[in-house]
């Protein structure tokens, strides 16, 4: 079942350093719109990769930390429109 953009726009933006809710709603309503709510959809799954990732107590904690904030840089980047084919729109 596809998400309603309310829900794959249900997230904390306050450690975004570039969010930009009219850019986001361009690239919504823009020729890759679609592929945004892909996006969307994609850092909401590493959002519970990285939450997954954070409980693990068989790894080493500054590997974790790390390969956690990898995952939510990435989420970041791809809420923020990063990897549109045009880049930020």
């Known amino acids: 079942m596809q998400?309603?953009?309310e829900e794959l726009l249900n997230f904390d933006?306050?450690?975004l350093e570039d969010w930009d809710p009219a850019r986001v709603r361009t690239a919504l309503d823009g020729k890759d719109g679609a592929l945004y709510r892909n996006h969307l959809h994609i850092a909401l799954l590493l959002d519970q990769w990285a939450t997954a990732e954070s409980r693990r107590t068989d790894t080493d904690a500054r590997y974790k930390a790390g390969y956690v904030q990898a995952l939510a840089d990435m989420a970041a980047f791809l809420r923020q429109t990063y990897y549109l084919p045009e880049g930020r729109e």
């Open 3 to 5: 998400q309603r953009d």
């Open 13 to 15: 933006t306050s450690t």
